[in-house]
């Protein structure tokens, strides 16, 4: 089994910061690539950001120079900074990872998600 729990949800202001983590665990022998989607009320899902074992990053032109992926191999776990919070980044953010198991079978997962409310 594996579990991606996400931590730092919450009621911000315009303007303010916020910081997200995921930490993953179970039976993993390696995760290649770790990110965020976010998924907004009456919105699909969609890509915020994504960071491979390697370090390279991707993100949604929305939010390129406000939000920084950070991936720490070595304990399974990835965090999301959010800086200069806009009303429209209210939604409830998924932590995704694409791994490896021990029997070498590729298999994405997902957490529950955390809510994030920007609204003054």
């Known amino acids: 089994q594996v579990q991606l729990v996400e931590s730092g949800g919450g009621l911000v202001q315009p303007g303010e910061s916020l910081r997200l983590s995921c930490a993953a665990s179970?039976?993993?022998?390696?995760?290649?690539?770790m990110g965020w989607y976010r998924q907004a009320p009456g919105k699909e899902r969609e890509l915020v950001a994504t960071v491979t074992a390697g370090g390279t990053t991707n993100y949604a032109d929305s939010v390129k120079g406000r939000f920084t992926i950070s991936r720490y191999n070595a304990k399974n776990t990835m965090s999301l900074q959010m800086n200069s919070l806009e009303p429209e980044d209210t939604a409830v953010y998924y932590c995704?990872?694409?791994?490896?198991?021990?029997?070498?079978?590729?298999?994405?997962?997902w957490g529950k998600g955390t809510l994030v409310t920007v609204s003054s």
């Open positions: 179970g039976s993993i022998f390696r995760i290649d690539i």
């Open positions: 995704y990872a694409f791994l490896v198991r021990p029997d070498y079978n590729r298999m994405p997962y």
